[in-house]
Structures are given as structure tokens and as C-alpha cells.
């Protein structure tokens, strides 16, 4: 019976390109497949989504994480996106045949060894999580990186799980985890003006009062001369993306802009997008058997 699971390893840069490429080349001496791979150079950050067995995933996500602790310097790291290491998180999501506990226990044996043979300290978050304070990775990451190294060593609430109780001098820290899919769904607005973004990023986000499973925040598009809301959805079946888009079209609009456009980052759900296509079409009872590519696919492959 064949496993799978999916890692979506960030790392902190997403502006040099032979950086990115050596990082990533790391991966590419296992049996896995990189299905996407997404430098973002207003954030400095690159996302990779990777699928393949539970031991080849989790030996090519450190091999990665190995490659980033050698190359990138966090206190020369500028970024939109909050961060506080330079193999910033790797969560582990369970696909075929693989339930949330093996998860769990890949993202221990990922941040033991990794911490082991390179000083990075490690934390884990969500469904791998020892401390409850710990599972929202927000909440893991407050204070980014010159936060944390002000405080690890001297707040008990910064020890961190696996590594030593200290800052690495260059790569910071790594939040290891296990979780659910996750869609980055970042939503663009026809304004420069940032606190409009960061406005509707709390309406919308669980934390501010929005909804429950979305986390957002309003970054500046500096290239584009806009800001965006930029949102992690964690759970798109009972949060959809179209709710959630709607929602910011209506704020947009009290504020006087409106929205230019979206995008998603990295992989997503058929289901996500048929939710969608069947929200704005208004089709009645429409679902994921009526796509003649996936029966294409169940019947071919």
C-alpha cells in the first residue's frame, strides 16, 4: 500500500536565484515530486510543495533545511512576510493512505534531527504541538526573528522543543508541524494605502473577529504600487474562498478601492475551486464527479 505525504517547506529568500535553486536541488536526490514552487520577492520568501512517501519526504525536506541553514543569513534577511528562521517552517499534511498522527511523529523525528545536526532550535506547532499556546503558528512566531532572539534563553515560554535554548546566529529558529491542507490565498486591492489592507485583513481573520478558519494580514505590493490581503485558509470546506473573497470586495468598497485581483500560492483542492465555480455560477448540485479529467484520470491511471 502506498503512503503519501505532502511537505510545504518556507524558507527566507525569495529574491536570489541560484540561493533558491541550491535549496531546492537538495530535494531533488530523493523520490519525491516538487509540484510547485513559489519565490515571492516582495515577502523574500519561497514556499516548495513536495509529495512522496513519509521517510523520502521528510529526508528531502531536511536535506533542504540542511542547504538553507548554509546559505541564508537572517540578520541580512528584509521580507513582507513574518519570519523568524532561515528554513522558516515545515509542516507535513497528510494524503493517501497516511492518517495526522504519522504526521505528527514525522514532524518530531524532522525537528530532532535537524536541530542535532545544525543548532537550529526547533518548534512545533499545530497538530504536532506539545503546549497548546503553540498550535497557532502565529503565536509561534510573534516577534519574528529579532523577537525570538532577544527572548529565547531567558523566557521560559521560549524554550523551544527539540535544539538547544538559544538562537543559531544566522539561521534563527524552525516551526516544524503537522496540519490539514492549507490554501495561501492572497487577495490584491487598487490602494497603496497599507492600513486599508491590514483594516480588512482583521475583519476577515478569526483572530479580529472574522472567520474561523483564516489567518490574514495586509502587506505592501511595493512593485505593484498596492497592498494586498494575504490569507492562509485552513479549512476551505467550512470556510470557503468565495465567503471569504466576497466579504473583501464589500470592506474594499466601504474604504473607497477595490479589489484588482487574487491569487493562490502553491497547490489547491480540486473541491476548493469547484465550491467556487458552483457558488458564482449557481449551479445547483454541482461536484467534483462532473470534471471529466478526474474521470479521465480514476479510469487511465
Known sequence: MVKLVECVPNFSEGRNREVIDAIINEAKQYKIKIVDMTPDADHNRTDVTMIGEPDEVKNAALAMAIKAVELIDMEKHKGEHPRMGAMDVVPFIPLLNTTMEECIQLAHSFAKEFSEKTGVPCFLYEEAATRPERKNLADVRRGEYEGLK???????DKVPDYGPNRIHPTAGATA?????????????????DINI??????????????YRFVKAM??????????QVSMNMTNYKRTPLFRVFETIKREAERYGTQVVSSEIVGMVPLDAIVDVA????????FHTEQIIEKKLLEEFS
Open 176 to 192: 516544524v508541524g503537522a496540519r490539514e491542507f492549507l490554501i495561501a490565498f492572497n487577495v490584491n486591492l487598487a490602494t497603496n
Open 197 to 210: 489592507a491590514k483594516t480588512i485583513a482583521k475583519a476577515v481573520r478569526h483572530s479580529g473577529g472574522g
Open 278 to 285: 458552483a457558488w458564482y455560477l449557481q449551479i445547483d448540485d
Open 150 to 156: 532577544e527572548e529565547i534563553g531567558k523566557n521560559p
Open 218 to 227: 495586509g502587506f505592501e505590493i511595493k512593485e505593484k504600487n498596492m497592498v
